[in-house]
C-alpha cells in the first residue's frame, strides 16, 4: 500500500531537499508529487476518471479521490453521482447541491512498475519547468551585463558556462576567433539575451558582440562608470581589431587618454581579455569629418565631403595613405563605417577631381539637351549651385537674375521651360509606369516617386510584395571587398539620393502591409 510502504514523512524530506538543491518552492515539488501520483493511479483505477491527490503538509499522509460531479441522473459513473448517494459518502457533503463536485476518496494502491515510473517522469518534467522558470526570471534582469562563470563543457562548438544557478551558452558564432577554451577555464562574456525555452539553454552569452568590449571599458575605466565619460559607438571584427567612440562629458577630460590609462594600462587589460584584439580609440566631434579622419588612423586624410542627408562621407587622401585607410581586406574602413554609421567612400585626390569634372560635365549636359541653352549657360548654372532641372523650375526670378549674365528675361524663360521639361517627363514616366505593369499596390506605396516606380520596374520589381522582400543596400547601394579590392554595388534608387534609414522605413511600411495578417 503506497502509505505503508514508505516513511510518510521521508517524502516531505525529499521534497524539502529537491527544493533546497534546486532553489526552487517546496510547494511546487509537492503539487508535482501530487499530479505524479495522480498520474499513476489513472493507470490502476482508469484513464476516465478525475483523479486528484493531497499530501498533507504536516505528516506526508497521502489522500487519492476522484472527483465526481453532483446531477439528477448520472451516466457516467466514473465522473457523475447523484445528490443521495453524494450525501451519504460524507458528512461534509450535507451542503452540496446540483453541478458540485465532490471527492470521493479510493483506496491505497501498490504502485506498479509502469505506474512509478509514470509518476517519475511527471514529478522530474515539473521539477525541470520549475527549475528553467527560477532560472529564467534570476537572470533576466542580468541582461545586458557581463557574467562570469566556469566552462563546465564543450558541446558542438558551442562552451555551455556554469553561472552557479544556471547555465549559460556562448555559441560557435559568439566566440572569439581561435580562442582556446578548456573545460575547467574561468571565463567573462556578455549576455546578450534570456529567454524562455522549451529545450536548452536559456541563457545567451557572447564574446564577440560589440558590447562586450564596451562593458569590459565600463568596468577598467571609472570615468566612464561615473558617466564622466560617454561610450558613443563601437564596432568589432572579433579577435582582430575594434574601434570604440568615446566622447567626454566633462570637458577638462581627455577621453582617450582616460582609456588608454598610464601607460596603457586600462586598454591593455580590455586586450587581454580580448585575446589580443588590437582597439582603436577614436575622440568623438560633432562634425562627421573630424570623426571619421580619426577613425580611419593611421591613415592621413586630406578632406572630408559630407553629406548629412544620405548619411555618406567622401574621404579624399593621397595614393599612399590608400591602402592604410582601407586596411587589409577592407578592415579599417568597414570598422569606420559600422561606428559612423554612415557610408564612407574612399578615394584619392586625382579620383575625387575626375568625379568631380565628370558630374559637372553630367549637369552641364543635362541643362544643355533639355532646357536648349548653350554650353556656356549651362556650365554658368552648375557653378552657382543648380544640379538639376527641378532646382531651376522651383528656383524664383530674382534668385535667377543674382547670377551674373542672367537677365529678367532669361530668367523667366529658363523657369517656363523647366516647368514644361518636368510636366513632359512627368507625362512620359506615368506612361513607363504603365508599359512596364507595376501593381497599383507598388504605385500607391508612400515614399516612391515616379521616377524610382520606373526604375524598380525596370529591374522587375513590379509588386508591392517583390519591394518587401528587398535589403536596404539593394535599394541604397554599398561596398563590398573582393580579394582585398573594394568594389562598389550600385542600389537600384542610389540615384534618387535615398538614405539608409529612408530606404528601411520604405521596406519595413510595404513588409507591414504585405504581412500584417
Known amino acids: 500500500m503506497l502509505n505503508k510502504r514508505a516513511d510518510k514523512l521521508e517524502l516531505l524530506r525529499i521534497a524539502e531537499a529537491v527544493a533546497l538543491e534546486k532553489s526552487i518552492d517546496k510547494e511546487l515539488i509537492i503539487d508535482s508529487m501530487e499530479n505524479g501520483i495522480a498520474k499513476a ?97 534570476d537572470f533576466i534582469d542580468k541582461k545586458d551585463l557581463i557574467l562570469s562563470g566556469i566552462v563546465k563543457r564543450l558541446e558542438f562548438g558551442n562552451v555551455i558556462v556554469d553561472l552557479g544557478k544556471a547555465e549559460g551558452i556562448i555559441q560557435k558564432n559568439e566566440m572569439i576567433p581561435r580562442e582556446n577554451i578548456k ?23 557572447s564574446r564577440a558582440h560589440p558590447k562586450f568590449m564596451e562593458k ?31 566622447k567626454a562629458i566633462d570637458t577638462s577630460l581627455d577621453p582617450v587618454g582616460a582609456c588608454v590609462g598610464m601607460r596603457g594600462s586600462r586598454v591593455q587589460a580590455v586586450v587581454n581579455e580580448l585575446q589580443g584584439e588590437k582597439i ?16 580611419l588612423s593611421p591613415a592621413e586624410v586630406l578632406r572630408v565631403n559630407v553629406d548629412n542627408d544620405t548619411k555618406k562621407l567622401d574621404v579624399i587622401l593621397t595614393e599612399e595613405n590608400l591602402s592604410k585607410a582601407i586596411g587589409r581586406r577592407g578592415q579599417n574602413v568597414r570598422l569606420a ?37 548653350d554650353e556656356t549657360l549651362g556650365q554658368l548654372l552648375v557653378a552657382e549651385g543648380f544640379s538639376s532641372i527641378d532646382d531651376i523650375k522651383d528656383s524664383t526670378i530674382e534668385a535667377l537674375t543674382r547670377i551674373e ?14 516647368k514644361e521639361f518636368y510636366q513632359k517627363d512627368q507625362e512620359e514616366i506615368s506612361n513607363k509606369i504603365k508599359d512596364l505593369g507595376l ?48 568594389i562598389k554595388i550600385k ?12 530606404a528601411d522605413e520604405l521596406i519595413m511600411s510595404a513588409r507591414n502591409k504585405i504581412y500584417k495578417d
Open 491 to 502: 542600389g537600384y534608387l542610389e540615384d534618387f539620393a535615398l538614405s539608409r534609414k529612408e
Open 183 to 205: 573545460a575547467g577555464d574561468r571565463t567573462k562574456a556578455y549576455c546578450y539575451d534570456v529567454r524562455r525555452e522549451t529545450r536548452g539553454q536559456q541563457i545567451f552569452l
Open 216 to 246: 569590459l571599458f565600463i568596468q577598467e575605466v571609472p570615468e566612464i562608470y561615473d558617466g564622466l565619460i560617454e561610450i558613443v559607438s563601437s564596432a568589432r571584427d572579433p579577435g582582430s581589431r575594434a574601434k570604440i567612440c568615446v
Open 280 to 295: 582603436d580609440i577614436v575622440n568623438w566631434s560633432e562634425d562627421p569629418a573630424i570623426v571619421v579622419s580619426n577613425a
Open 41 to 137: 493511479a489513472k493507470s490502476k483505477f482508469g484513464q476516465d476518471n478525475e483523479i486528484k491527490v493531497l499530501i498533507n503538509r504536516d505528516n506526508g499522509d497521502i489522500g487519492i479521490f476522484r472527483k465526481l460531479v453532483i446531477v439528477e441522473k448520472p451516466e457516467n459513473i466514473n465522473r457523475e453521482i447523484n445528490l443521495k448517494d453524494a450525501l451519504s459518502l460524507d458528512d461534509e457533503n450535507k451542503d452540496k447541491k446540483i453541478g458540485d463536485e465532490i471527492l470521493q476518496p479510493l483506496p491505497s494502491f501498490d504502485f506498479g512498475r509502469i505506474a512509478a515510473q509514470t509518476a517519475k517522469q511527471v514529478i522530474s518534467f515539473n521539477v525541470r519547468e520549475a527549475e528553467r522558470e527560477r532560472q529564467y526570471n
Open 405 to 418: 549674365g542672367i537677365e529678367d528675361e532669361t530668367a523667366k524663360a529658363l523657369i517656363e521651360r523647366a
Open 439 to 486: 501593381e497599383n499596390e507598388l504605385i500607391t506605396h508612400e515614399g516612391l516617386t515616379p521616377g524610382m516606380l520606373v526604375t524598380l520596374g525596370e529591374q522587375k520589381i513590379l509588386k508591392l510584395m517583390d519591394f518587401a522582400d528587398l535589403a536596404s543596400d539593394e535599394l541604397t547601394g554599398g561596398y563590398d571587398v573582393v580579394k582585398g579590392e573594394k
Open 337 to 373: 563605417t559600422k561606428l559612423m554609421h554612415y557610408e564612407i567612400n574612399i578615394m584619392t585626390d586625382q579620383e575625387d577631381s575626375e568625379r568631380r569634372q565628370m558630374e559637372f560635365k553630367e549637369k552641364t549636359e543635362n541643362f544643355v539637351k533639355n532646357l536648349e541653352l
